[in-house]
């Protein structure tokens, strides 16, 4: 695999030096100069004065029919993050004063995401440097629904992001470590310093580490990962468990298994799980967030947040689609399983948004078998800057209750310790006609029969903490009781009673059997869902989930059936996933199809004989789902691993294959294997039947047959590419084909289509794929014939542009034409003129320097300093702007990459969900771009073997190799052996300067159209 590598963060910043808090962490000079200099972007600290907590309450305005309570405020609580309820109904409230630098660190670098590398790794508290995260519990004393009493429980947290009570102790997230804290008295006095129950969380941007544990249904600890920290987690029996950014993880307290539970999402920071045990979270981007099938790859920013965990998934499920405001971010949400609010919010989203004030209230519709998301009305919206709820809980009084970080300043984007640590609110949202109160109760000591009653009631919160009280004590006394309540076909909470009574380990293959059976849908997703857990299942309750995938209608159940089977050894898994496969109205849904494919997946390496068994039933080549998720995928599995074993599993595959149709399903999985590149010389039990294939397809494949490196082949194709009266889509497709397969027979051919007339499409097909091509003739007639056939249309312009900026020996026949004023420079796109820069080459650099003297380095702060004033003294003066004005400036400036108002393009973010209404935002944006990039927005620069370079987003990253897109829209391809390096740039693909030359009046009307309502 090729090497990534990411440079330290160029020194940039609009020079306002900040120095008493942000010194103390640098660990050498240059990070000090980082500190001083980086004045950061997004929401940052202001002079707007923070209101007394009572003044606070009165910014609120409620949705009809609710109110607000003003639970806890600072001292009590600072800087909340996070809140959960013991057995007690005691709130623990995890106050993260120590953000955003870990005591006793020192920086040593940063790199261009401002993620640091520090000078060691910390110790467990209580060793080491204490730091200022404390974990506090609050309390109503007395049941009239106020919290009259609040005690520090543990303190000298080092980074510590949540913490929950259950199991035996304390359990506290403090990366990199998951610490457990045990309290047997329950007197929330540790009984001894804590043990290291995980260790290895990535540290490195600590606003996105790991965060939010809860206990699950099933007994075990979710928590979850945010986007830009990797991690080598350990626990005493799972070792070195490796991922890079978002996801969901789960530790057992008993076994100390540690896993990964799926992979995704936004910057992750929150987890929820509902009543049927459904797992979500919370995002950054302007949708409320992912639902999580157990094992799914899911979406993420390939480049900065890493690669996929599994290489081989090939496709991925992203967030749930949701109809709203479209404004940033949702990052933490819960789900109404609550009794107090059933009518007006059952079972939907109640999400804080910070950024904008708020939370919403959004509707959860099935769609497949996930979801869609419609927003309500808006729960409350504040008009005080300081309200940051950054954590949303339903609590046991039937409560929404909100962690409030209170702080004029949100954004992370910034190496300064400026944060308000001193304050922060807790506050609950109530019917307004309602103001609950609970008398003090004690589930911990309550008699099992109690609990076993409270499994029916309306209220999540009551219903598994009564089950997991149950698990803790090992009451298997209950599962007599238990049993007949999961069996109880009327019973509302049968799936319940089937949790508690998994978790206590009553959970018999006679059971599953018949719960298999119950009409409780979710009853029958979670008895699958326990099966796949153990890890292995009996020849009875194989058979019974055989027939359930047979006959099962609802989705989520299909869903899960597929997840469990992935867990299961092959001789238990591929039955199971056979009957799946034959359901073809399944192509239709969201997610089964590829969650099919990863449970065929994880048996390709370990199980190849039992798979090629499987797929020599003559019925499964019958088999819709089989041939487009079985069948070719595994084709292009194999193929793209390599190795004797697979390519020989590629060809006794292919010998299965008894039509034409069934080989060609093959090979072209094959083929796929090698996207950007040739297929290599394959052994002879694979090559000889793909030749044979091959030769028989000529005429009606000939671009995979290009693809094989068939000679006879490449010849048809490249005369077809010169025939000027071949069908252009045809043409077209074999320019890709003859160029991945480095076929020289293209050369003559593309050579015809750059130096002739006309084919305007052709040629934009030829361009972005000739640099493959160490031939310099294909640059030189670009270049002689430029002011004919190139430089009066743009985008073929901009095309031939970036050809010849993709070889070091074609960048200088560029500038001599630059030179020589037949190309004008001003008409090359800045990203062209920083991709000739990537070559390192001070000759080059001193004549690109001589053209394009601010393009290929940022602006001085002197410089943005002035842009900056003079927009600002553009728009305090002169009146509001012209909207339909500002609409065509933007459109002619920013939408061939932006999106705003649905309109744009999508090279760069969506622009809609943005502070739109800050002009800070937007002046730091446009003038300093490279401060702050966007995650997925980055540019990447392949160094590829031969001499080409690439430059662009990184769209995709796999076993295969990558695949980037220029500014252009333009997609460029290469094997991973093929990749030199691949290198994230520091600088955005964003031009600075892109306001300038704009009028006073022109920047009112732009800054008009951006900050419209």
Known sequence: MFRTVLPSLTLLGLATFLSAQEAAPAGNDEVKKIMQEFQGRGTLRDDTPPKAPKDALETFKMRDGFAIDLMASEPAVEQPLYMSWDSRGRLWVTLYRQYQFPAGLKILKYDQHLRAVFDKVPEPPPKGEKGADKIVVLEDTDGDGSLDSHKTVIEGLNIATAAIKGAGGIWVMNPPYLLFYPDANEDDVPDADPEVALKGFGLEDTHAVANSIQFGPDGWLYGANGSTTKGNVSSKVSKNVKFEGQHIWRYHPKTTVFEV?????????????????RVFSGTNGSQRGMHYDQGMSGSKNFGKHGPALNPYAFGFFDHMVTKSDGKRFSQTFCIYDGDLMADTLGGRIIAGNSLQNMCYASRRIADTSTFRVEDDAPLLISTDRWFRPVDAKVGP???????????????????????????GRIYRVRPADKKPALKPFDLHKAPTAELITLLGHPAKWWRRQAALELAWRDQKSALPELEKLARAEKNLHAIDALQALHML?????????????????????????????????????????????????????????????????????????????????????????????????????????????????????????????????????WAMAGGKENYDACAKLLALAKRPDDQALVIEGIAAAFEGGKIPELPEALATPLAAFIKSRLDSDLGLAVKTGNAEAAKKAAAIVADIKAPSAKRAALVTALAESGSKEAVPAFLKVLSGPGDIGLKKAVLPVAARFEEKRLAEAVIKGYEGRYAGDATLRDAAHRMLASRKEWVGYFLNEVDQWHIKSEQVSPDIVRQMLSYGDKELAARIEKHWPQKNSTLSDAQKQAEMERIKTALRGGGTGNLEKGKLLFTQRCAICHTLFNEGGKVGPDLTGYERTNPEFWLTSTIAPSMEIREGFGAYVAKIKGGQVLMGILDKQDAGGISLRDIAGQRHTARAEDVESLEASPISLMPEGLLAGLSDADLRDLFAWLMKP
């Open 261 to 277: 539970y799926a992979e995704g999402g936004g910057n992750t920071f929150s987890t929820e799980i509902d009543a049927q045990g």
């Open 397 to 423: 009084d039937g409560c929404v209750w909100l962690a409030d970080w209170y702080d004029t300043r949100l954004s992370h984007v910034r190496p300064v310790d400026d944060w308000s640590k001193k304050d």
């Open 505 to 637: 380990g009553g959970f018999t293959d006679e059971l599953a059997t018949d719960l298999l059976k119950h009409p409780d849908p979710y009853v029958r997703r979670w008895v699958v869902k326990c099966v796949g857990d153990t890890g292995t299942a009996s020849t009875q309750v194989v058979a019974s989930i055989k027939e359930l995938a047979a006959r099962e209608d609802q989705p989520e159940v299909r869903t899960q059936i597929l997840c469990s089977a992935k867990r299961l050894p092959a001789e238990s898994s591929l039955p199971i996933v056979k009957v799946m496969m034959s359901r073809d109205a399944d192509l239709a849904d969201q997610r089964i199809p590829l969650i099919l494919w990863w449970a065929i997946e994880d048996k390709a390496e370990g199980d190849r004989e039992a798979l090629l068994t499987f797929f020599s039933d003559p019925a499964a080549w019958e088999m819709k789902l089989a041939r487009a998720y079985g069948i070719q995928m595994l084709a292009k599995r």
